[in-house]
């Protein structure tokens, strides 16, 4: 099932121009999209960076996979661990204090550190709660997946989508990287995931 908006709040994040190196829309698996968004960025000289936690480097290894990865991937950090995301990729230590690591504005400021410490132009962000067990309160299936891109200068800034998935550890983690993907193929294409900064859906982790 594919994700279907719910709720939205905040500021929208800028979107690309369409164009010619514009995506096709409807990428159907992460595979497709991950081939899709380097074959976008390739024709704009635009790089991409990401920042991943739940996923543990799922993400990464979608967009090293497809042929050509290497003109536009810089690279993952994979900040496992709270206090990482903190150290490397300079997300609020009183932010994570307060909220913990599975909160949409930690997700935003791990794509901004993705984009930084990777010198990409683009960062992706996933962040979020596979199981078996609860984490900071949440349950089990609360993701949150985040872009920040060129027009994104601060680590508030950017597009950030608020899962609720069901399934299997396994299955959460994958959907997480077809998530985080498919939003990034939607800024690309200048489409919003919503009229506001956060998009909240629910949908089965399985295909």
């Known amino acids: 099932m594919r994700p279907v908006p719910s709720s939205s709040a905040g500021a929208e994040a800028p979107s690309a121009p ?6 096709a829309a409807g990428a159907e698996d ?6 899709e968004i380097l074959r976008v960025l390739t024709g704009r000289g635009e790089t991409l960076g ?4 739940l996923t543990g480097g799922l993400v990464a290894a979608e967009l090293s996979e497809a042929p050509g ?3 536009v991937f810089r690279g993952s950090v994979t900040a496992y661990a709270t206090e990482l995301k903190q150290q490397v990729l300079g997300v609020d230590g009183a932010l994570l204090a307060a909220r913990g690591a599975v909160d949409a504005d930690v997700a935003l400021q791990m794509a901004a550190g993705a984009r ?3 010198g990409a132009d683009w960062g992706l962000a996933t962040t979020g709660v596979a199981g078996p067990d609860p984490q900071d309160g949440k349950p089990v299936g609360t993701v949150y997946v985040a872009v920040a891109g060129p ?3 601060l680590r508030s800034e950017g597009n950030v989508a608020a899962l609720r998935l ?3 550890r396994t299955e959460i983690r994958r959907e997480s ?3 985080v993907l498919g939003l990034l193929l939607r800024q690309l294409s200048g489409e919003r995931a919503g009229n506001g900064r956060a998009q909240d859906t629910e949908q089965n982790g399985g295909t």
């Not at 369409?18 to 995506?23: E, F, H, N, Q, S």
């Not at 990401?50 to 936690?53: G, T």
Request: aromatic fraction near 0%; hydrophobic fraction near 45%; charged fraction near 20%.
């Open 151 to 153: 027009g994104s200068p």
């Open 30 to 35: 992460a595979a497709e999209a991950a081939a």
């Open 69 to 71: 990865a290497s003109r």
């Open 18 to 23: 369409v164009g010619a190196d514009a995506p």
């Open 50 to 53: 990401v920042a991943e936690s």
């Open 166 to 168: 069901n399934g299997n």
């Open 177 to 179: 990287v077809r998530s």
């Open 116 to 118: 930084r410490v990777l």
